[in-house]
């Protein structure tokens, strides 16, 4: 079946080195996940928000971004080679 077929490269690296890429990737969207919730928060303080319902809200945009990130992932690729 073509490309479809083929196996990931991530899949042929040493599992050492796929683990590593593992972490380093869940780094990067956790740490995209804090910066979304601080960057909320700050929002919704300067917006006048009251501290417990700023913090709720950025909590729950710092656990939903990461979860989106991962979401986002498992979707196919546009091909550019229409």
Do not use: K
């Not at 196996?7 to 996940?33: F, H, K, N």
């Not at 971004?65 to 979401?71: E, G, H, K, M, Y």
């Amino acid at each position: 079946m073509g490309r479809h077929a083929t196996p990931d490269p991530a899949q042929e690296l040493p599992p050492r080195r796929r683990l590593a890429r593992l972490v380093v990737l869940w780094l990067e969207r956790i740490g995209l996940g804090a910066a979304a919730g601080v960057g909320t928060l700050g929002v919704l303080r300067w917006a006048g928000t009251s501290w417990t319902a700023s913090l709720w809200i950025a909590g729950a945009v710092a656990v939903i971004v990461p979860i989106a990130a991962w979401l986002a992932s498992t979707v196919p690729g546009h091909d550019a080679a229409e």
